[in-house]
Nanobody
């Protein structure tokens, strides 16, 4: 069992930056692939980014690639999402997720909600124009 707690959300102007953090409980953090999703009002939850167990591989959704960076610190049981050049359309609740993934890095699976086993409660990001 993994418990995930996001933080770092808030209100920022378009063009600004935010860094989200997700702290995980337990001693097996490094055995999970970690991901970020987001959900805007009235829309489905959307994949944002994923990072492999050691951080050597990353994968991004098309709408955030080149603006967002996912990273992790296994010593701190924390995954981060650095968001730069934010746009109003980035406004959403951002969720952290953990995937057991059976040791397989499969971006098709990791881009889907069903690829993850544990979810945080989310943190609100609002980008004003």
């Amino acid at each position: 069992q993994v418990q995930l707690v996001e933080s770092g959300g808030g209100l920022v102007q378009a063009g600004g930056s935010l860094r989200l953090s997700c702290a995980a409980s337990g001693r097996t953090f490094s055995s999970y692939i970690m991901g970020w999703f987001r959900q805007a009002p009235g829309k489905e939850r959307e994949f944002v980014a994923a990072i492999s167990w050691s951080g050597g591989s990353t994968y991004y959704g098309d709408s955030v690639e080149d603006r967002f960076t996912i990273s992790r610190d296994n010593a701190k049981n924390t995954v981060y999402l650095q968001m730069n050049r934010l746009k109003p359309e980035d406004t959403a609740v951002y969720y952290c997720a953990a995937a057991k993934a059976a040791g397989v890095w499969n971006t098709v699976v990791l881009g889907r909600l069903g690829g993850y086993d544990y979810w945080g409660q989310g943190t609100q990001v609002t980008v004003s124009s």
